[in-house]
């Protein structure tokens, strides 16, 4: 199946800083991707769906100029918060829609633990 | 408005002891309704994707089925290894996916 490769897996950084999750789709080319934000013992919500080529769609809520996200390649896809603060310590996601192998399953990066100090 | 339920919230059980998750779902147009497994700290394993209703697909332990209203993720002898949270989510034919909020299995040895 599709690999999406997510990168860092755990971040610290302290409040005021900004920092870049980056999501890879290692064999094949992801014209979308989706980013998630999962808090414990919650369901994923979606944050924003990035479109090589455009700009991004981010979903009723989420804040554009703090949650920066650019689809630079087909398969690069970065998230960056920034000025980040305490409260957007969470668990971010990335995922790219199968498509492109014939289905229409998702495919899910591993994930990275944001914990903003 | 498109919603996912997933029930129970959390589930323990003993090895070998079989069970069922459910996933209760409204929307416009359903393209399709995927299981996911997601242990802590990484991100979901795609499980099973169903289509339509009456759909069946299994692997090893696990067997999911689906309605017209809700699916099912029955568990046979369950392995502590199986413990984890199992993520059901509904693609509509917009291709917008919601999620449900999990159900926790743990299974004791």
């Known amino acids: 199946g599709a690999v999406v490769s997510q990168h860092p897996s755990r971040v610290i950084c302290k409040s005021g800083t900004s920092v870049k999750i980056e999501c890879r789709s290692l064999?094949?080319?992801?014209?979308?991707m989706f980013w998630y934000r999962q808090f414990p013992k919650k369901s994923l919500m979606l944050m924003a769906t990035?479109?090589?080529?455009?700009?991004?769609?981010?979903e009723q809520g989420v804040e554009k100029d703090k949650f920066l996200i650019n689809h630079a390649s087909l398969t690069l896809s970065t998230l960056t918060v920034t000025s980040a603060h305490p409260e957007d310590s969470s668990f971010y996601i990335c995922s790219a829609p199968g498509g492109a192998f014939g289905g229409t399953e998702a495919f899910f990066g591993q994930g990275t633990r944001l914990t903003v100090v | 408005e498109d919603q996912v339920t997933q029930s129970p919230e959390a589930l323990r059980l003993q090895e070998g002891e079989s069970s069922s998750l459910n996933c209760s779902y409204t929307?416009?147009?359903?393209?399709?309704l995927f299981w996911y497994r997601q242990d802590p700290g990484k991100g979901p394993e795609f499980l099973f994707t169903l289509y339509s209703a009456g759909e069946e697909k299994e692997k090893e332990r696990l067997k999911a089925t689906l309605t017209k209203k809700e699916s099912f993720l029955h568990i046979t002898a369950p392995k502590p290894e199986d413990s984890a949270t199992y993520l059901c989510?509904?693609?509509?034919?917009?291709?917008?996916?919601?999620f449900g909020a999990g159900t926790r299995l743990t299974v004791k040895p």
């Open positions: 989510a509904v693609q509509a034919v917009d291709n917008d996916m919601r």
């Open positions: 064999d094949f080319q992801a014209t979308t």
């Open positions: 929307v416009s147009g359903l393209r399709g």
């Open positions: 990035s479109n090589e080529g455009s700009k991004a769609t981010y």
